[in-house]
C-alpha cells in the first residue's frame, strides 16, 4: 500500500489530503463490514465523516491523473501483450432525484428498471489477474438538458450529453493512447452491435470479439448480406465444436461454438468472422462479431469471448471488497474521487491476489 500510495501522492497538494487518501484507501480494502464515510472515519480515528467527505468533495488533488495512475499501476504488475480490455457498465441503486445522472433508468445489476445512476468501466484482464482501470458516469439527457440542474450537482457545463457507445470510445482510446499493452478488446451486445465502434477498432488495428444481436447484418464473403443467425443456421453440424471459454465457479465453461468467415477485401494477415456459442443445456446461440490475425484459431475467439466476464467479476469483487457501490456522495466530483479510490484500492487487492498465485508474499496495508 505504501507503493501505491507513493505512486499516486504527487496528485495531493496538500499533506492532509495526501494523508486522508491513505486512510481512505486502508479503509476500503479492510474487512468493515460497510465502507461509507462514517465507517471509514471510524476506521481513521475521526469523530465525523467530514474529512472523508471533504476528501472526496473539494480536497484539491488530480482525479484524472490518480484514475490514469492507477491504470499504470495495473499494467505493471498484470499487464500482458495478449492483455483484453473490457466494456461494460452497472447500476448504483439511489433514492431521490439530485444524485448526478440519476433517474429510472434499466440496471443490470438488478436486471429491471430502477433508480439509479450508471457507470460505463473499462478493465483489463490477462492471465495474471484483472481490474477496473477507467470509468465515466452516464448522464442521461433529462440531466444534460438541464443545465441548472447539471450546476447544482457539480457538472461542468462543457460536459454535454455522451452515449455509452461514446464513452466506451474515449476510455479505449485513453487506455490504447497510454500504451496498454492489448490483443483484444469484448463488449456485451449493448457495445459490440456498434458498426462505428467496430470500424474505430479496426482503424486501430486492435482485434476484438463483440456480441451482436441475431438479425445483425452481415457482409458475406460473397458480397451479399445475410442475417447472422442465417449465416449460422446454414453451417453443418461438423462445423461446431466442445470448448471451454474459460474456467468458472463450478469447473470448465463449456458450449458448443462455430465460426463462418465474413466480409470481403480482408486486410493482409487480418481476417473477420462471425462467431457462435450455443448453449449445451438449452440450445441457445449468442452472436459475436470478430477481427484479429488471420491464423486465429477457434479456441481462441471462445476464449476471447469467454473473458468479458472478468469485468462481471471486477465489478462484484470490488463493490464486496472495496466498497464500489457504498459512496454517500451526490455531486459530480465526489462520484470521480470515490469511484477513483475504490478502483485502486481493488487493483491493490487484484495485484495481491497475483503476487499470491506465483508464491510471492502479498502486500499489506501497513
Given at each position: 500500500?505504501?507503493?501505491?500510495?507513493?505512486?499516486?501522492?504527487?496528485?495531493?497538494?496538500?499533506?492532509?489530503?495526501?494523508?486522508?487518501?491513505?486512510?481512505?484507501?486502508?479503509?476500503?480494502?479492510?474487512?468493515?463490514?460497510?465502507?461509507?464515510?462514517?465507517?471509514?472515519?471510524?476506521?481513521?480515528?475521526?469523530?465525523?465523516?467530514?474529512?472523508?467527505?471533504?476528501?472526496?468533495?473539494?480536497?484539491?488533488?488530480?482525479?484524472?491523473?490518480?484514475?490514469?495512475?492507477?491504470?499504470?499501476?495495473?499494467?505493471?504488475?498484470?499487464?500482458?501483450?495478449?492483455?483484453?480490455?473490457?466494456?461494460?457498465?452497472?447500476?448504483?441503486?439511489?433514492?431521490?432525484?439530485?444524485?448526478?445522472?440519476?433517474?429510472?433508468?434499466?440496471?443490470?445489476?438488478?436486471?429491471?428498471?430502477?433508480?439509479?445512476?450508471?457507470?460505463?468501466?473499462?478493465?483489463?484482464?490477462?492471465?495474471?489477474?484483472?481490474?477496473?482501470?477507467?470509468?465515466?458516469?452516464?448522464?442521461?439527457?433529462?440531466?444534460?438538458?438541464?443545465?441548472?440542474?447539471c450546476r447544482a450537482a457539480g457538472i461542468p457545463d462543457?460536459?454535454?450529453?455522451?452515449?455509452?457507445?461514446?464513452?466506451?470510445?474515449?476510455?479505449?482510446?485513453?487506455?490504447?493512447?497510454?500504451?496498454?499493452?492489448?490483443?483484444?478488446?469484448?463488449?456485451?451486445?449493448?457495445?459490440?452491435?456498434?458498426?462505428?465502434?467496430?470500424?474505430?477498432?479496426?482503424?486501430?488495428?486492435?482485434?476484438?470479439?463483440?456480441?451482436?444481436?441475431?438479425?445483425?447484418?452481415?457482409?458475406?464473403?460473397?458480397?451479399?448480406?445475410?442475417?447472422?443467425?442465417?449465416?449460422?443456421?446454414?453451417?453443418?453440424?461438423?462445423?461446431?465444436?466442445?470448448?471451454?471459454?474459460?474456467?468458472?465457479?463450478?469447473?470448465?465453461?463449456?458450449?458448443?461454438?462455430?465460426?463462418?468467415?465474413?466480409?470481403?477485401?480482408?486486410?493482409?494477415?487480418?481476417?473477420?468472422?462471425?462467431?457462435?456459442?450455443?448453449?449445451?443445456?438449452?440450445?441457445?446461440?449468442?452472436?459475436?462479431?470478430?477481427?484479429?490475425?488471420?491464423?486465429?484459431?477457434?479456441?481462441?475467439?471462445?476464449?476471447?469471448?469467454?473473458?468479458?466476464?472478468?469485468?462481471?467479476?471486477?465489478?462484484?469483487?470490488?463493490?464486496?471488497?472495496?466498497?464500489?457501490?457504498?459512496?454517500?456522495?451526490?455531486?459530480?466530483?465526489?462520484?470521480?474521487?470515490?469511484?477513483?479510490?475504490?478502483?485502486?484500492?481493488?487493483?491493490?487487492?487484484?495485484?495481491?491476489?497475483?503476487?499470491?498465485?506465483?508464491?510471492?508474499?502479498?502486500?499489506?496495508?501497513?
Open positions: 500500500m505504501d507503493r501505491l500510495h507513493a505512486r499516486i501522492g504527487p496528485r495531493f497538494r496538500r499533506s492532509e489530503p495526501r494523508l486522508r487518501v491513505r486512510q481512505y484507501l486502508c479503509g476500503l480494502v479492510s474487512g468493515l463490514g460497510r465502507k461509507n464515510g462514517w465507517t471509514l472515519a471510524e476506521q481513521a480515528g475521526d469523530v465525523s465523516p467530514d474529512g472523508m467527505q471533504r476528501l472526496l468533495r473539494w480536497a484539491d488533488w488530480d482525479v484524472d491523473a490518480v484514475r490514469d495512475d492507477v491504470r499504470d499501476y495495473v499494467v505493471e504488475h498484470l499487464g500482458d501483450p495478449s492483455g483484453v480490455l473490457i466494456v461494460d457498465d452497472t447500476g448504483f441503486l439511489k433514492k431521490g432525484s439530485r444524485s448526478a445522472g440519476v433517474q429510472r433508468q434499466y440496471s443490470g445489476t438488478a436486471g429491471r428498471t430502477e433508480n439509479c445512476q450508471v457507470g460505463t468501466f473499462l478493465a483489463y484482464r490477462s492471465a495474471k489477474g484483472h481490474a477496473l482501470i477507467d470509468r465515466q458516469l452516464y448522464l442521461p439527457t433529462s440531466w444534460t438538458d438541464d443545465r441548472d440542474r462543457e460536459v454535454q450529453f455522451a452515449t455509452k457507445v461514446q464513452m466506451a470510445r474515449e476510455m479505449l482510446g485513453r487506455a490504447l493512447d497510454a500504451g496498454v499493452p492489448v490483443g483484444w478488446v469484448t463488449m456485451d451486445e449493448a457495445y459490440g452491435q456498434s458498426k462505428a465502434l467496430r470500424v474505430w477498432l479496426e482503424q486501430r488495428d486492435v482485434g476484438y470479439v463483440v456480441a451482436t444481436r441475431r438479425n445483425d447484418d452481415m457482409i458475406t464473403t460473397t458480397m451479399g448480406t445475410a442475417r447472422a443467425d442465417q449465416l449460422i443456421a446454414n453451417l453443418p453440424a461438423r462445423a461446431w465444436c466442445r470448448l471451454s471459454a474459460g474456467a468458472g465457479a463450478h469447473g470448465p465453461r463449456e458450449y458448443w461454438w462455430a465460426r463462418v468467415p465474413v466480409r470481403i477485401c480482408w486486410q493482409p494477415g487480418r481476417g473477420h468472422w462471425l462467431l457462435a456459442r450455443r448453449s449445451m443445456s438449452t440450445g441457445e446461440i449468442a452472436y459475436y462479431v470478430c477481427y484479429g490475425p488471420r491464423r486465429t484459431r477457434l479456441l481462441d475467439l471462445a476464449r476471447i469471448a469467454g473473458a468479458r466476464w472478468a469485468i462481471e467479476e471486477c465489478f462484484q469483487q470490488a463493490k464486496n471488497e472495496a466498497g464500489l457501490d457504498e459512496y454517500q456522495v451526490r455531486d459530480w466530483r465526489a462520484w470521480y474521487a470515490h469511484i477513483t479510490l475504490s478502483m485502486a484500492a481493488h487493483a491493490w487487492l487484484s495485484v495481491a491476489r497475483s503476487l499470491t498465485a506465483k508464491g510471492e508474499p502479498a502486500p499489506t496495508t501497513t
